[in-house]
């Protein structure tokens, strides 16, 4: 008898998964739900500090050719207007000049450059508020190659870090960021200057 009773309870068994497992015809969709409310799943964050000034402000000039105060002689110089070299600026800001002595685009020196051609002759530059002054001196006389140019690169510091110390962390920051300011296509490439 209870052989019986547990055929009968597998065969109720069977027949009960049986018509639970099979689907009939898919019902149709339900009613839309209402839109949920803006929740508070987040939270505005608090406003980041403002980034270091970027490059907008550096000036590069175009060549220049000099006309030299004194040719054959022991020294000359020339002068060029820059608006842009303030007071303030020479305080704060780093000025690079370079040279194409000769002239051809073939090389440019960073300044000061000295060389030997017949005796020492060394040519360097200088600023002023408005202006930047270059020169050359020899140790004897002297007539400058007529193709040469000069350009310069003005490198203001950043608005939120003008110090005592801003021409130094200029320098600092360009070294750092493995800018050879002695090299013109290294400040060409890092500033976006065309060369």
Not at 65 to 78: I, K, L, M, R
Not at 119 to 147: C, E, L
Not at 150 to 174: C, D, E, G, M
């Amino acid at each position: 008898m209870k052989t019986i009773s547990k055929i009968k309870y597998g065969i109720i068994l069977a027949l009960f998964a049986f018509f639970v497992s099979c689907e009939g015809p898919m019902g149709p969709a339900g009613p839309a739900g209402a839109d949920g409310k803006d929740g508070t799943n987040g939270i505005d964050g608090v406003d980041g500090t403002d980034g270091q000034d970027g490059n907008a402000n550096v000036i590069a000039s175009a060549w220049i050719t000099p006309t030299w105060s004194a040719t054959n002689a022991v020294y000359g110089e020339f002068t060029a207007d820059e608006a842009a070299i303030t007071t303030d600026f020479m305080n704060t800001g780093v000025v690079l000049s370079y040279t194409d002595w000769m002239g051809a685009g073939q090389f440019i020196y960073a300044l000061p450059y000295t060389f030997q051609d017949g005796g020492t002759v060394s040519v360097n530059f200088n600023m002023q508020a408005g202006k930047i002054r270059w020169w050359f001196s020899a140790d004897h006389n002297y007539t400058p190659n007529a193709g040469a140019k000069f350009r310069y690169v003005l490198i203001p510091a950043s608005t939120s870090s003008k110090s005592a110390n801003s021409k130094q962390a200029i320098l600092y920051n360009l070294d750092k960021a493995g800018v050879d300011v002695n090299n013109y296509y290294d400040v060409c490439a890092y500033f976006g200057i065309e060369p």
